[in-house]
């Protein structure tokens, strides 16, 4: 209670610091830091760039060439985007129209796969003649290959290091570790027993599948036979159309119809029926296992949930957040359509690491029938614990179509989606939402009390409206009303979590758990700082090593040929465009850092922490270029989010 006091009394002090911007020379809506680290937007840009000479002076006296980057122009744009003032006034959310390349366009003439794949085996024979003949594309001469193919980045290769076969093998920027003078791909038997042939990665799309998805041959059972109940209890009315204004509930069938609907689905069983065979858990029996023992007693009951904004939630991220104390983890948002259609982009977005013991995925869907059919695929199809439905989206794409934040204006579509997908899962149904759509006009509570009916497991409260999106402050006290309103279901706060002192005042209100999405991006310590409660003043040196464990992870999931390289480089720049907004503690003046002040020009404690504080592009390419290598010569990159949660 006196921690609590104090994080209380520390957040006035704060409050009224900010008030004062005249304080150690720092401008309105700044962070405090410490005076002798402030500095100069010029002085900054000099440092930072002095800071590179002298690296590329010393790497010409090793007798090494210089990266590329430092030799080229810099990436388009960013620079003069965020000096022109003009352009700094019209910045919402998020880049829409930023020069986008995919990772394959960088890689220059590949080798025909019919050769990569005779290498990759080890085939001796023969090689078959190309199907294309001299039409093709393709490189088939290996050595002619790998003298065009561009350098290899390093002596050491993480896949063959970890797994004892590389699967990419000539194609592979590491190719020499794993390669002999033939370019015959080797294998490392020992590791490759130690690892015992297990699969790291589930829920991998069927190659089987896909094609049923795509000529429509998958039966939805369980789907179509809800779908004709709630036809019949509208009056036969077509399915998709409601029978009355939005405000009205919409009309179910009973649990015990439900229960019916799937007996008479029931498969064939060998031996005596049980009960699981005839009997379906009714949605008010599904619960999330999440009440786990962690680290800290006072933070028993309540657990950390992990999830994030589109490009920056993928699996390697996940893992790093697991390995910082994370307890749950939720995919990033899905398209049901797109999974219906069977497209490997959409699914890729489903795929869950075997750390993350407890995953969830995340659906977005605005009609009952799209939805309830692709809840049924999933519980047929893949591994997860739970299926949140994302009715708290707040971009235009999303919401004008109705879904997002648009179903909490259309709680008869929302209605029938919730309860058609607890018809067909196995899995509990959870719901996150926002304060309502209009700012200053929270909904929340009144959606809550009908969501708890409809057979809802878990709701996720993030504390702000779609008009606000991520400016101004969550509202914690809103969110405690709702978390009162909807006990018993347990209900998990979001919004402004960079601390552990913020997520200790959290914790004072009733919620079950907290969920955190910026701060983690920020800073994905930040679980440890919350279950160890104490600041981490992270080394520059420890946070690189972070970044090289993401390209390892992202290596290993998206491929260690240029490809993969190349789409691994975007989602780490991507997630760097976050890091800067970091400010580490021993720079602050008054400590903790607030999610929504604004990094002033400081100097770090060396080179690499000023390095990584910068706000512009070619320092967070540079970072990138010093874990994996030079980047392309037509690479350009711009980051799909812009911070507007100072203003």
Partial sequence: MNACGAAVGMETRVEKAAESPEENGAEKGAAAIKSQYLTSKEKFNEIVSSGWKERNKETEEEGRDAPEEEKSEEPAGKRIKLEDASEKKKMRGQNKSRPHMKPHTYD????????????????????????????????????????????????????????????????????????????????????LRANGGRTTVKNT????????LRKRQVPFKASEAYLKSMERENGGEKRGKSTSTEDKPAETPTEAQQTDLHVEAAVKTVGALTDADLVKLRPCEKKIRFTKELDAPSFCTHSLYFTLLLQCGNLPFRRICKRFGADITCGEMAMCTNLLQGQASEWALLKRHESEDLFGVQLEGCFPDTMTRCAELLNDNIEVDFVDINSGCPIDLVFKKGAGCGLMMRTNKFEKIVRGMNSVLDVPVTVKIRTGVQDKTNIAHKLIPEMKKWGVSLITLHGRSREQRYTKLADWEYIDVCSKIASPIPLFGNGDILSWEDAMRARETGVSGLMVARGALIKPWIFTEIKEQRHWDISSSERLDILRDFTHFGMEHWGSDTQGIEKTRTFLLEW??????????????????????????????????????????????KISEMLLGPVPKNFSFLPKHKANAYK
């Fill in 205 to 212: 799309l069927d190659k089987e599948l896909q094609w049923r």
């Fill in 576 to 621: 760097l465009s976050f890091t800067c907004r970091y400010i580490p503690v021993g720079l602050l003046e008054r400590v903790p850092q607030k999610i929504n002040e604004r990094p002033p020009f400081y100097m770090g404690r060396d080179h690499m922490e000023s390095l990584m504080a910068s706000q512009h592009v070619d320092d967070w390419v």
């Fill in 108 to 191: 220059g003439k590949r080798l025909c796969p019919l050769c990569f794949f005779s290498f990759l085996l080890c085939v001796q024979e023969k090689q078959s003649k190309c199907f294309y003949g001299d039409k093709c594309k393709f490189f088939h001469n290996v050595a002619e290959y790998m003298a065009s193919k561009p350098p290899d980045l390093g002596d050491q290769c993480y896949l063959f290091d970890t797994l004892g076969k590389c699967p990419y093998g000539v194609s592979c920027r590491f190719a020499k570790a794993h390669t002999d003078a033939d370019f015959k791909n080797l294998v490392n038997e020992e590791v």
